[in-house]
């Protein structure tokens, strides 16, 4: 099993930025594809972005295509989402997952992911 620890979320007004980071421990970090979701009140948690163990492959959701961008640093065991030009559509707990298993490639599928971290919040006024 692994731990995942976010941080990185805060109050910020339409058109900034932020980095999130997750930092995971327990387990070989780099072995394992990486995603990040979020929840925003009232709704279904919806995938945002994934990253191969790699690196070499990632996907986003169309929403932030374009604005967000996933990265890794296995070295460090940690993964990043870059989230620019922020809209207050955006709002929402994000939640950074692990792969359950080695795969290939990065995925979007919810179920391939078997260990979450317990979140950080983005708010983004308008």
């Known amino acids: 099993q692994v731990q995942l620890v976010e941080s990185g979320g805060g109050l910020v007004q339409a058109g900034a930025s932020l980095r999130l980071s997750c930092t995971a421990s327990?387990?070989?970090?780099?072995?394992?594809?990486m995603g990040w979701f979020r929840q925003a009140p009232g709704k279904e948690r919806e995938f945002v972005a994934a990253?191969?163990?790699?690196?070499?492959?990632?996907y986003y959701a169309d929403s932030v295509k374009g604005r967000f961008t996933i990265s890794r640093d296995n070295t460090k065991n940690t993964v990043y989402l870059q989230m620019n030009s922020l809209k207050p559509d955006d709002t929402a707990g994000y939640y950074c997952?692990?792969?359950?298993?080695?795969?290939?490639?990065?995925?979007?599928?919810?179920?391939?992911?078997?260990?979450w971290g317990q979140g950080t919040q983005v708010t983004v006024s308008s």
């Open positions: 997952a692990a792969a359950k298993r080695i795969l290939a490639a990065a995925t979007t599928n919810r179920a391939d992911f078997g260990s």
């Open positions: 327990g387990r070989t970090f780099g072995s394992y594809a």
């Open positions: 990253i191969s163990w790699s690196g070499s492959s990632t």
